[in-house]
């Protein structure tokens, strides 16, 4: 596709069930990001793939969270056992560069998660 | 470790005034740094970026920031604020050999006309 793609925009759950959101990243592109964004905290970063290369896992906040790359394309990221906190727009990133110098991020447009 | 501050939460002005966005990092060596923007609804999209060179940057959108190692800032500017502004900025940093940008928690730019 033209940009990255994410499912769904949004998602209203109950506290303990599990959510699937899905990024279909930029044709090409070897780096795909999974960030955070809840009110008033800027954007945290959770995972990054690059092609092959085990995940950057650093910035999950909990064994709850867990994000797959098949193929090196499409992702999923996994939360299980769902909490109030966990509410938050998640955005998927990808990027053409990776390595040494930090390349443009194209973002999509969120999955706005909501946990009652 | 490497961190963005962004010191104004909220800021308004009038349709046609000039504008600064602040933007500070903490990191030891030269950053790579960034300008993100984010409209009501839609993805984060690139204002400019700044990886070396000339300390000025222009950008999309009539934007431009100043890199100022000695202040460890990168302010954005634009001279004349239109309506179609309004949004959120987020500034970022990122690391050589690192996986990830820093982001700022963000400014949300308000347009009165």
């Known amino acids: 596709g033209a940009g990255v793609s994410q499912s769904p925009s949004n998602k209203v759950t109950e506290k303990g069930k599990d959510v699937e959101l899905r990024c279909d990243p930029i044709?090409?592109?070897?780096?795909l990001y999974w960030y955070r964004q809840s009110l008033g905290q800027g954007l945290e970063f959770l995972i990054y793939?690059?092609?092959?290369?085990?995940?950057?896992k650093s910035g999950l906040p909990s064994d709850r969270f867990s994000a797959e790359r098949t193929g090196g394309s499409v992702s999923t990221l996994t939360i299980q056992r769902t909490q109030q906190e966990d509410s938050a727009v998640y955005l998927c990133?990808?990027?053409?560069?990776?390595?040494?110098?930090?390349?443009?991020?194209?973002f999509g447009e969120g999955s706005r998660l909501t946990v009652l | 470790a490497q961190s963005v501050t962004q010191p104004d939460i909220h800021i308004t002005v009038s349709e046609g005034a000039s504008l600064e966005l602040r933007c500070n990092y903490s990191y030891g060596a030269t950053p790579y740094l960034f300008w993100y923007v984010q409209s009501p609804g839609q993805g984060l999209q690139l204002l400019l970026k700044?990886?070396?060179?000339?300390?000025l940057v222009q950008g999309i959108k009539g934007f431009e920031a100043e890199f100022k190692r000695s202040q460890s800032s990168f302010n954005l500017r634009k001279p004349s604020v239109h309506w179609s502004d309004a949004a959120e900025y987020f500034c970022?940093?990122?690391?050589?050999?690192?996986?990830?940008?820093?982001f700022g928690t963000g400014t949300r730019l308000t347009v009165i006309p």
């Open positions: 793939f690059q092609g092959n290369s085990a995940p950057d």
């Open positions: 044709s090409g592109h070897t780096a």
């Open positions: 700044y990886f070396s060179g000339d300390t």
């Open positions: 990133a990808s990027s053409l560069l990776a390595g040494p110098v930090p390349g443009e991020l194209f």
């Open positions: 970022a940093v990122g690391v050589g050999g690192a996986n990830n940008l820093f």
